[in-house]
């Protein structure tokens, strides 16, 4: 079985929707499917629940009025039925009268998880209404029925897998599995969502629990590029990705996967596609544990780096001068991108500074701190493992006519980090594609 997931633009709209139900559908197996929220609901449920906090009932209810509106004319485009129409109009009016049960109460951010959940299940719905509408047998499963989180926060993979092969036992026969990405119940039974990557983490973890063939993201782009298409010229998509490399490139900017959402496909071994819903042919990206030998792959760029360098004479041959700055970020839950070190300093790079002048505070206690903020971390990514020689030569290269702050290798065998000035982005990565993919 495939699992097959889609954004909110994939759906955000019913001719979209059509399109969608049109791809589940081609094949000649059974196929699960999970679903995002319709383009633009989620940003209008957080803005409910903003009202809500700021006790302002009377925009919350303008906002779900005008939500209400949109979503009643999506019902009268999608359905050529009317007791379908009748039916989805229903169950949406239960939906939106409960938005508005909670501008009568107390607001706590319990509710707002729940507020927030409304758009999966009112896409979900909507779409297997469809689908039933137009003679395909399909079931929806409800997430909140078997995606868990433990008391850390994290995936519960075994009540996960059980729950889930249960519930497909109980619905045998059905041509389209269907079920709501990002949200779940925590381990106290709360509806809450799985944050971190959203509904493509809903689908990698739906692939591993029922061993899927393969699990395909659908988005409205096709695949991976080989650099960033916003800023440089001429991009093509990348074919054929490992698991690590997609997450470097996740991680360094790529924004169209998140880093951690494809870890339980990695560990269970599953493919996982990115496809293009607007060129439903093209190729797209196939991430798997296979590696192209002595290539490089992308290039990509994060953004908003600050970069904090400490020298102090006393860190030359002292035992546990770095455990006592690496416990300075921690202490304040701030991870580190980049480290570099030297016998009298170390620098560091990090892309949440919402408490660097208490961290820069800190480390004043050990040594000179210099930072240098506006920064840009350009990662490199391929099979870059040091036995290939000569890959760093290349990249170096590219760079020789930009300042370079921070250079990282060989913390990983999939990439070669540079630390550079914000406004010698694009010029970096230009210069960059341009040596690297001049075939």
């Known amino acids: 079985m495939k699992v097959m997931k889609f954004g909110g633009t994939s759906v955000g709209s019913p001719e979209r929707m059509k399109e969608v139900t049109a791809l589940v559908t081609k094949f000649n197996e059974p196929v699960f499917v999970v679903l995002s929220a319709m383009a633009g609901t989620t940003n209008s449920l957080v803005e409910i629940s ?61 509710e707002e998880k729940s507020i927030v959940a409304q758009g999966e299940i009112m896409s979900t719905n909507m779409v297997v209404n469809y689908m039933n509408e137009i003679g395909i047998k399909a079931t929806l499963l409800n997430a909140l029925d078997f995606m868990r989180t433990d008391k850390n926060a994290e995936p ?32 106290y039974g709360e509806i809450d ?48 990705l490992h698991f690590e490399e997609a997450a470097e490139l996740a991680y360094f900017g ?17 493919p996982v596609r990115l496809l293009n819903t607007m060129d439903p042919d093209a190729e797209g990206t196939t991430i798997s544990n296979k590696t192209e030998y002595g290539k490089i792959k992308a290039i990509a760029a994060k953004d908003n780096i600050t970069a904090i360098k400490i020298k102090s004479s006393r860190m030359l041959l002292a035992t546990g001068f770095l455990r006592k700055v690496f416990e300075i970020f921690e202490s304040y839950q701030t991870p580190i991108d980049m480290v570099c070190t030297s016998e009298v300093g170390v620098s560091m790079s990090i892309d949440n500074s919402a408490h660097l002048g208490e961290i820069v505070d800190e480390l004043k206690k050990y040594g000179t701190v210099n930072v240098d903020t506006n920064m840009c971390i350009i990662c490199v990514v391929g099979d870059l493992d040091w036995s290939n020689v000569g890959f760093e030569t290349i990249a170096l290269d590219a760079l020789k006519d930009i300042p370079v702050r921070m250079v990282s290798y060989g913390g990983s065998n999939y990439n070669i980090s540079f630390l550079i000035r914000e406004e010698d982005k694009k010029r970096a990565l230009q210069k960059l594609s341009d040596t690297i993919f001049k075939d």
């Not at 689908?203 to 063939?213: K, P, R, W």
Request: charge should be negative; aromatic fraction near 10%; glycine fraction near 6%.
């Open 193 to 240: 969502n799985l944050q971190r990557g959203g509904s493509d983490y809903t689908a990698s973890l739906i692939g591993a629990a029922i061993n899927a063939e393969e699990i395909q993201i659908w988005t409205d782009i096709d695949g991976m590029h080989n650099n960033d298409p916003r800023v440089v010229d001429n991009t093509k998509p990348v074919h054929q």
């Open 156 to 187: 519960d993979p075994v009540y996960i897998k059980e729950k889930l092969a249960a519930l497909l036992k109980e619905n045998e026969g059905s041509q389209v599995y269907l079920t709501q990405g990002f949200i779940c119940r925590n381990a």
């Open 50 to 110: 903003d009202y809500l906090y700021k006790k302002n009932p009377d925009g919350a209810n303008e906002v779900i009025n005008r939500l209400e509106q949109k979503y009643d004319k999506v019902v009268e485009e999608l359905y050529s039925k009317e007791e379908t129409k009748a039916a989805t109009r229903e169950f949406l009016k239960s939906e939106f009268d409960y938005l508005r049960s909670f501008t009568k109460e107390l607001f706590t951010s319990f």
């Open 254 to 270: 790529a924004k169209i996967l998140h880093p951690t959402c494809v870890q339980p496909a990695k560990y269970a071994g599953i």
